[in-house]
């Protein structure tokens, strides 16, 4: 093969034929994942919760965790979850084992020849989402979709070679598992390609395509890429992690980790693995299958029982200073103590408001020029608060399966909206950061110094009152409401000054020309716009705070509860007149 072939008609049409099945085997990898995805639901944040139970559930139902999404994306959903606090780095560990081996069990699925059935996958996919009602038969039909695509894209991939399998077999050869060198270079190729695309699914379609092609004869030639493939997946997850605590960063590097592991294993048992992989009944595609998976199993099986100590290197070879972030207190063993739980929720509130506090301070830091580091961590703080969010409304769902109190009853209520106000706030945190990067992009909108000091002023005023949000979030408090009226004081103060900021930069923009443009005007008003948001919902959770039932009575902290009695379910209204008079205009 030359130059002048490559640059010719018969090499633009096999490159870019390679390169469309490539394309055609990822996208259809993506929509097959998102549609399992959507098919599980809420489901999806339940299994990692129960696969971080004990080491065995991690393993086991991280292996359906990889499977549906995975290991790379597995990763990093674990990473956002580590994030968050909501899990620990132990607690993960099990899990991406378990997503390594759910994927090469996906890998088992894409070595059955069913590629003539693809475009029937596509068409009854196509046409089943276009067509059935509901979110979950159309997420079924989308993976459906996403499984033709995928045999299409291998199939197009394999045709294309299959004419030029001749003059790739000389190139090919010097993959050879029966060597060290050759097992090496195959390794490095995979972990190059992997890391490049990000899916160690589609560097194995490749394989396979390259063996249905008839390039690649023989399970050596084939075994040391598709091991070598898990390595550059992880680039997936260590680029999810940029801007993340420290110990999600360690979770993608204990993925890392464990695939450099598993690759060592691999090499470690190949010439086993050449001389009796032939007595598991398949053709190469499906030799090259089981090898990976028997070597994935066997180093998960060997690395589980240590997975604790496996934790404890990770933390000694990416030592940090920092002190570990506060972890998530939504513990479920408080769940049978309702009151004991409602202290946990309010100290989960805490965090969300500290994390709010810090992302208005790293703001501040961005307001001048633009820092990707901040904004990486404004953006992963928002990030975690939403996680919080989601977490808390399936942690009160699991208290009220308890018998309650009506004082408790009205609390989780409180606590509810309370968290909701949180996270509205975080989002308008948020939403300065997009302003000021908006602000500075391009040509820079900047503000003269005396109007930049009236402006940090404001800016203090709305942080003086989150600062008093997270100080009124202490459970340990016998007198929410008092804390509740200095928040509301502080909200008096906050207006004022912001009524004053409004006409003072309005009167510059009327004032003489050049004394401030209009666009910095613009840029003003929506600063104050999400600053006011900020303390509005400071507000309502003050007014929340300041309820007779807002507090907490330490004399039930050990008292357990007994499960909610059945509460019968009303009859069915009929809302025939009630929308008929929404619809009179009188």
Not at 179 to 187: D, F, N, S, T
Not at 301 to 324: D, N, Q
Not at 457 to 479: F, H
Not at 537 to 550: N, P, Q
Request: charge should be positive; aromatic fraction near 8%; proline fraction near 3%.
């Amino acid at each position: 093969m030359t130059w002048e072939w490559i640059f010719s008609k018969q090499g633009f049409f096999l490159i870019f034929s390679l390169l469309g099945g490539l394309a055609l085997f990822l996208f259809g990898m993506q929509t097959m994942t998102a549609g399992l995805v959507g098919l599980a639901g809420q489901g999806m944040r339940k299994l990692i919760h129960r696969a971080t139970r004990n080491r065995i559930s991690g393993l086991g139902l991280g292996s359906g965790l990889g499977f549906l999404v995975q290991s790379s994306a597995a990763t990093v959903m674990l990473v956002g979850f580590v994030n968050a606090g909501l899990i620990t780095l132990p607690q993960a560990v099990p899990v991406i084992f378990g997503a390594n081996v759910g994927t090469t069990l996906s890998m088992q699925l894409i070595s059955f020849k069913i590629s003539e059935y693809s475009l029937f996958a596509i068409s009854v996919g196509f046409l089943g989402g276009m067509l059935l009602p509901g979110e979950k038969k159309k997420a079924g039909c989308k993976a459906f979709l996403g499984f033709g695509l995928l045999f299409l894209g291998m199939s197009t991939m394999s045709d294309a070679i299959a004419p030029y399998r001749d003059t790739l077999s000389p190139f090919l050869a010097v993959v050879d598992g029966t060597h060290w060198r050759g097992a090496l270079i195959g390794v490095a190729i995979a972990a190059g390609i992997t890391a490049v695309i990000q899916s160690s699914g589609a560097t194995i379609g490749m394989v396979f395509a390259l063996i249905n092609a008839g390039a690649i004869t023989s399970l050596p030639g084939a075994y040391p890429i598709v091991i070598g493939a898990g390595i550059g997946t992880c680039v997936t997850a260590l680029l999810g992690s940029i801007g993340t605590s420290i110990q999600a960063r360690r979770t993608a590097v204990s993925h890392l980790g464990f695939n450099l592991i598993s690759v060592a294993v691999g090499l470690g048992i190949s010439p086993w693995i050449y001389k009796w992989i032939h007595l598991i009944p398949g053709d190469l595609v499906h030799q090259a299958a089981n090898a990976n998976m028997i070597r994935m199993i066997l180093c998960a099986l060997l690395l589980l029982p240590v997975a604790g100590f496996y934790a404890k290197i990770i933390v000694w070879i990416t030592p940090s200073k920092k002190p570990l972030p506060e972890g998530s207190f939504l513990d479920d063993a408080l769940i049978s103590h309702p009151e004991q739980a409602i202290v946990a929720c309010v100290r989960e509130l805490r965090r969300a408001a500290v994390l709010i506090k810090k992302s208005m301070l790293l703001h501040a830091e961005l307001f001048r020029s633009v820092d990707r580091k901040t904004v990486r961590a404004i953006v992963r703080n928002e990030e975690v608060i939403n996680e919080i969010k989601v977490e808390m409304e399936s942690y009160l769902k699991k208290l009220t399966a308890h018998r309650l109190s009506k004082r408790q009853a009205v609390m989780i209520q409180h606590v509810d909206r309370c968290m909701s106000n949180l996270e509205r706030i975080g989002d308008h945190v948020d939403r300065l950061r997009e302003i000021t990067v908006r602000r500075l992009s391009g040509k820079p909108v900047l503000f003269e110094e005396e109007l930049l000091a009236e402006w940090f002023t404001l800016y203090g005023s709305a942080l003086k009152v989150v600062r008093i949000t997270i100080n009124s979030l202490d459970p340990e408090l016998k007198k929410f409401q008092k804390m509740a009226q200095m928040i509301l004081e502080a909200r008096d103060e906050y207006v004022k000054n912001s009524l004053d900021f409004r006409s003072h930069y309005n009167d510059r923009l009327a004032g003489k020309e050049g004394d401030m443009s209009p666009e910095a005007g613009i840029y003003l008003t929506k600063y104050v716009d999400a600053m006011d948001r900020i303390v509005k919902h400071s507000k309502t959770i003050a007014l929340l705070e300041g309820h007779s039932e807002f507090w907490i009575k330490h004399k039930k902290l050990k008292r357990a509860a007994d499960a909610a009695p059945q509460y019968a379910q009303p009859d069915l209204v009929d809302v025939t007149d009630y929308l008929a008079r929404l619809q009179s205009e009188s």
